[in-house]
C-alpha cells in the first residue's frame, strides 16, 4: 500500500500541475485576444474603412465600431446637470479599465450591489463622455440604468450650456461579442431607457421643460460597439433645467 501511495500522489500533483498551467495559459491568451490583439486589428481595420467613422446621431467605442445612439439632450450648467441627477437618484459612474472589468464580474457574481459602478468609455467629437450617471436596479451591477453625456460645443440660444447624450439600459454582464472583452449587454430597445431617464428628471421638479426632436434618427436600429443589437422611434428628448436650480 505504501509503494502505490508513493507513486499516486506525485502523479496527481503533476496533473493538477498542468491544469492549472493551461488555464494561466488560456486567460492569457484570452486577455491579450480581448484587450490587445482585436482591438488593434480594428484599428487597422477602420482606418481604411469609412463606413465606421464616427456619426453625430450614434456615439463610436475607442475601437472605432459604432457605439450606443444618442436619444436624449439637457440644457443647463454642469451643476444644474449634476444636481438635478442627484435629486433623480442617479449617482456619477466610475471609468471602466481591466481592473474594474474584473471588480463588476466580482460583484456581478457575488451579487454585491455597487452604485458607482463603471461604465466603459464611448466617444463623441472625438472625446469619451464628460459625464456619466447611473441608477443601480436591486443588489447587483449587471443590471442598471446608464446615461452617458457630451458638452456641445454650441450654445443654446438663451445661451446656456447645451448637452447630448445616450441613456441605455444594462440587462446583464457578459463578453463583447467583438472583442471578448468583460462587458454588459444592453437592452435592445434604448427608448424605454430614454423615456424612462425622463420620468425621472421629471420627477426632481427641476425641469422647465420637455420637448422631442422628431425624427432626429433616421437609422432606426443597429448594433453597439459589443455587438448587442438597438432599434429606436428616432427620437431625441430634450430637457431645460430650470434656471433657478442651484
Known amino acids: 500500500m505504501e509503494d502505490e501511495t508513493e507513486i499516486t500522489v506525485p502523479h496527481s500533483r503533476s496533473r493538477l ?3 492549472v498551467r493551461l488555464l ?3 486567460v492569457l491568451i484570452w486577455f491579450l485576444a480581448a484587450y490587445l490583439i482585436v482591438p488593434f486589428a480594428w484599428d487597422r481595420y477602420a482606418e481604411h474603412h469609412p463606413a465606421f467613422d464616427d456619426s453625430p446621431r450614434i456615439t463610436e467605442t475607442s475601437d472605432h465600431h459604432p457605439g450606443d445612439p444618442l436619444n436624449v439632450g439637457l440644457v443647463g450648467s454642469l451643476d444644474q446637470v449634476e444636481q438635478i441627477f442627484k435629486a433623480a437618484k442617479w449617482y456619477p459612474a466610475a471609468a ?3 481592473r474594474s472589468d474584473l471588480e463588476i464580474a466580482a460583484d456581478s457574481v ?3 450591489p455597487d452604485d458607482e459602478a463603471p461604465v466603459s468609455s464611448l466617444y463623441l467629437f472625438g472625446r469619451k463622455e464628460d459625464l456619466a450617471f447611473e441608477q443601480p436596479v436591486g443588489d447587483n451591477p449587471r443590471h442598471r440604468h446608464h446615461v452617458r453625456l457630451w458638452k456641445m460645443d454650441r450654445e443654446s440660444t438663451s445661451g446656456r450650456t447645451q448637452w ?3 441613456a441605455v439600459y444594462d440587462e446583464r454582464v457578459g463578453l463583447s461579442h467583438t472583442t471578448g472583452q468583460i462587458t454588459h449587454v444592453t437592452a435592445p430597445d434604448v427608448d424605454v431607457e430614454r423615456d424612462y431617464l425622463f420620468e425621472c428628471l421629471e420627477k426632481t421638479g427641476e425641469l422647465a421643460s420637455h420637448s422631442i426632436d422628431y425624427g432626429f434618427h433616421k437609422q432606426l436600429e443597429g448594433k453597439n ?3 448587442d443589437p438597438w432599434h429606436t ?4 428628448f ?3 433645467i430650470a434656471e433657478d436650480v442651484p
Do not use: T
Not at 422611434?233 to 431625441?236: I, S, V
Open 164 to 166: 447630448i447624450g445616450s
Open 225 to 227: 460597439g459589443g455587438g
Open 96 to 98: 471602466l479599465g481591466v
Open 17 to 19: 500541475r498542468k491544469i
Open 24 to 26: 494561466a495559459v488560456f
Open 233 to 236: 422611434d428616432g427620437n431625441l
Open 238 to 240: 430634450i430637457g431645460v
Open 110 to 112: 457575488l451579487s454585491r
